[in-house]
Every structure is written in structure tokens, then in C-alpha cells.
């Protein structure tokens, strides 16, 4: 049953104007007051959007294995300046009998940080990191099949510990004196916006949650910068993106992006997406455009025992994890506590209620959200388990190699 209040409304609960929607959207305008309603079709459509592929969708062991295993690594790289260490998850595939190896070099380590600029608030520790992997002499000597060359975007997720779990404060800012938590700052700013790349669409315009599209842009030009000059050295080279929580939001964020900017010059006409337990990210129209621009298409990943071709975006989850599959995914803006409605006084009134229900006798702005498409469900977890890149690194590796 759909948590909103109202089936297929045909009326505005604040002007009692007539509503006139299409069966493919969860959002209802009035075109008399501008209020925002649910149309009832959102259960639908995100069974749709976030339907559980792991039964029929293959990834591509290799590339997958280094993503998961270098956003990892950035955690400790960000909060204990440990080395990148490219070498131990070659010689993890070689400890394995694969052929497949390679040697990695990290290109662009994201020292300039990242932050929500136009609040001020800045952290100065790697955001990101970008890290190029060839195929080394003894794959090669495998034969053509074996020769591979990958780009990879990794970012950062969230760090909210301190002390001697976090003693380079990675995730804070010291801005104006006082110490606050960046990466949480936006992971809970619930607003939408469009993304300047794909802009003009009026009310079909894809929209990203404010602060991972903020967090994002404050990366975004020295990402596209290396980005470019790597593929202007190695036009061929396959671009994998990729990051854990809060970072595979922002992977998803920047391969949309990198999708517009230069998708069709990319060797698998786009990059590949590989999240890793991350928030849902955007709205309907951003999800159903990543669907349509990246995760419906698949290309060949070369460095890979099998030749099949593998869709550009597998999205890992877990069933029982409160960010990426339990959270929390709808909110409305703009509510007074003038609240009509199911019949309780606002102060009363739960969470869903207040978020779902409850209607103002001004403009309501709903604001609804989508997993990314191409769900892998990886299994339910214990508590301790829950969230963890170690976690994920034992389902995609067989073995956590990074645990800072």
C-alpha cells in the first residue's frame, strides 16, 4: 500500500480545483495554486525503478572487485593519510589464479577536499580519487583479451567519528571557528534541484538531492579536468565510477554528469556505475533518465574472463540497510502548522503523517525519491554488518582488504 495519504486524487485538498495527471507520475500540480499532491501511482512506479535484478544481472567480477575495494581504501587515505595501495588487490586476483591482473597508479588524489561552498562550510581531506589501471606484462602475455585499461572515479563517503577512529577529522569542517560535520549536512538536506547539465525541462527536469548535487559540484571541475586529460592520453580506456554511501550517491551524480559531458565519446559510449549501499539520490525524472542514458545499456568490460557485456550500472544494496533500502523517501516543503487533513492536530501527528498527510492551505512542495536503477540485492545482514564496505568487500571479493 502507498505510505501517501490519498489514492488518485481528482481534486486539490487546498483549492478544490479539478487535477489533471498522467498514470507515469508521482506528482500531482494544481494549475490553480501550484499545491503538490501524490497521485497514488508512486508504489508502481518505484517497483519498477527498484526492482531486485540480482537474479538476472551479472557484473563484471574484476571491475567490480577493484571498485569496492578502492572505496575502501579512500577511508583510510581521508582519515589516517594511509597510502593508496593499489598492489594488494592485484596480488588478492593473483593470490586467486587470475589472469586478469594489473597494475594501478592513483593520478589525482582529490587533495583540494571538498564542501558545501555557499554555506561555508569546507573539508579539507580527500573527497575523491582517481586511479588508472593498465594490464600488467604477465596478462598480456594471456593474449589481446587480456590487455585492459581502466579509469576509475572513486568518492568518499561519510565520516561522522572522531578522535582516534578519525584523528584527521575527515568529514568536518573548521570554518568560522566552529567544527561542523559536512558530509552529514548533506546527507539530511532533503531539497531538490536540477543539475546544471540537463537543465530546462520543465516539469520533467531530472532533480538530485541539494546536498549531494552541492557536495558534487564542488568536485566536479577537477574531476572533468583529470578525467579529460587521461582519456585525451588514452582515448580507449574504459571509465568506471564508483564510491560506497554517501560517495556512491555521488558516483551516480557523476557519471549522469559525465554521461552529458561526454558520453558518446567514451569508449562504451558512457562510463560504468558501480554504487555500493548508496541513499536514493534523486527524483523520478533523474531516476528514469540515469535508467534511460545508462543503466538499460551494456558495453564489454575488458579485463574480464567472460566476453558477455555487462550493463553499465549494477547498484549493490542490502535488504535490511536503513540508507540505501529502508530510508526514509518522501518529504513535504512548506507546511505550516495551519494543517488540514486526517483529522489530529499537527503537534500529534507521526513522522509519515506529517511528511506524507498533512496539507497546508498554502503551496505544498512534495519531494519524493528513487533508488538508481539495476538493483543487486547482496542479502540481509547482521546489525553490526549492516552498511559496512567491509561488507561489501567480503560479497564481492571474498575478503575485506581495507577495514580503516
Not at 573539508?123 to 588508472?132: K, L
Not at 584523528?167 to 571557528?177: E, I, L, V
Not at 512534495?366 to 545482514?381: D, E, K, R, V
Request: hydrophobic share 35%; proline share 5%.
Amino acid at each position: 500500500m502507498s505510505l501517501f495519504s490519498t489514492k488518485h486524487p481528482k481534486e486539490c485538498r487546498n483549492c478544490k480545483a479539478k487535477l489533471s495527471y498522467s498514470p507515469f507520475t508521482d506528482i500531482a500540480v494544481c494549475s490553480s495554486c501550484g499545491n503538490e499532491m501524490a497521485t497514488g501511482h508512486e508504489e508502481q512506479l518505484r517497483a519498477s525503478i527498484e526492482a531486485d535484478k540480482s537474479g538476472k544481472l551479472s557484473y563484471p567480477p574484476h571491475a567490480a572487485g577493484r571498485a569496492i575495494a578502492y572505496c575502501s581504501a579512500i577511508y583510510g587515505m581521508a582519515t589516517h593519510d594511509e597510502q593508496f595501495d593499489g598492489a594488494k588487490v592485484e596480488q588478492h586476483f593473483k593470490s586467486n589464479q587470475s589472469t586478469y591482473t594489473g597494475e594501478a597508479e592513483l593520478v589525482h588524489s582529490g587533495w583540494e577536499g571538498r564542501g558545501l561552498r555557499l554555506r561555508n562550510l569546507n573539508d579539507d581531506r580527500t573527497g575523491f580519487m582517481i586511479v588508472s589501471v593498465k594490464a600488467d606484462r604477465a596478462a598480456r602475455a594471456h593474449g589481446p583479451r587480456h590487455d585492459f585499461h581502466h579509469i576509475y572515479i572513486i568518492f568518499r563517503g561519510s565520516r561522522s567519528d572522531e578522535g582516534k577512529a578519525n584523528p584527521m577529522d575527515a568529514g568536518f569542517s573548521k570554518s568560522n571557528g566552529e567544527k561542523s560535520n559536512v558530509d552529514y549536512a548533506a546527507n539530511l538536506t532533503g531539497r531538490q534541484d536540477e543539475p546544471w547539465w540537463c537543465k530546462g525541462r520543465g516539469a520533467l527536469a531530472p532533480k538530485i538531492r541539494r546536498g549531494f548535487l552541492e557536495l558534487y559540484q564542488s568536485m566536479s571541475n577537477d574531476v572533468v579536468m583529470e578525467l579529460d586529460t587521461q582519456l585525451s592520453l588514452h582515448p580507449q580506456a574504459t571509465v568506471i565510477v564508483t564510491g560506497h554511501s554517501l560517495g556512491a550517491a555521488l558516483a551516480v551524480v557523476c557519471a549522469h554528469h559525465l554521461q552529458y559531458h561526454r558520453g558518446a565519446k567514451m569508449a562504451a559510449k558512457g562510463p560504468f556505475c558501480f554504487p555500493f549501499c548508496t541513499p536514493r539520490v534523486g527524483n523520478l525524472h533523474f531516476a528514469m533518465d540515469f535508467r534511460t542514458q545508462i543503466a538499460e545499456h551494456s558495453a564489454p568490460m575488458p579485463g574480464e574472463a567472460s566476453p558477455e557485456e555487462f550493463k553499465r550500472c549494477v547498484n549493490f544494496v542490502m535488504s535490511n540497510d536503513p540508507v540505501s533500502t529502508k530510508a526514509q523517501y518522501g518529504y513535504l516543503h512548506d507546511r505550516s502548522d495551519n494543517l488540514r487533513g486526517p483529522g489530529t492536530p499537527a503537534a500529534n501527528r507521526s513522522l509519515a503523517s506529517k511528511a506524507f498527510y498533512g496539507l497546508t492551505k498554502t503551496q505544498n512542495k512534495l519531494i519524493i525519491f528513487y533508488q538508481t536503477p539495476n538493483l543487486y540485492n547482496t542479502g540481509t545482514y547482521w546489525l553490526s554488518n549492516i552498511h559496512q564496505y567491509t561488507s561489501m568487500q567480503k560479497f564481492v571479493l571474498g575478503t575485506a582488504l581495507f577495514k580503516t
